[in-house]
Nanobody, 124 residues
């Protein structure tokens, strides 16, 4: 089992920045690809970003490319999502996910472990 705990969400004005963190525990962190997904009210959960076990391969949704940066610190068992130039449409609950995938998937059903989510609200 892998336990994931997100933090760092909050309320920010459009154009602002936030950094989300996801602390993992329970298994060897470097065995897992890590990802971020989000779900806005009335919408399905969607892929945001992911990276492989080493952090050398990263993947982004087109909607966040150039604004968001995913990274991991394997010494701290933590993955981060740096979000810049935030827009009101980025408002959602953001979820951290983990799985033993060699290549991270953009499909949420393929991820095994999930955090409880953290709310991000961007005001216009």
């Amino acid at each position: 089992q892998v336990q994931l705990v997100e933090s760092g969400g909050g309320l920010v004005q459009a154009g602002g920045s936030l950094t989300l963190s996801c602390a993992a525990s329970g298994r060897t962190f470097t065995n897992y690809a890590m990802g971020w997904f989000r779900q806005a009210p009335g919408k399905e959960r969607e892929f945001v970003a992911a990276l492989n076990w080493s952090g050398h391969s990263t993947y982004y949704a087109d909607s966040v490319k150039g604004r968001f940066t995913i990274s991991r610190d394997n010494a701290k068992n933590t993955v981060y999502l740096q979000m810049n130039s935030l827009k009101p449409e980025d408002t959602a609950v953001y979820y951290c996910a983990a799985d033993g995938l060699s290549i991270p998937s953009m499909v949420d059903e393929e991820w095994t472990y999930w955090g409880q989510g953290t709310q991000v609200t961007v005001s216009s």
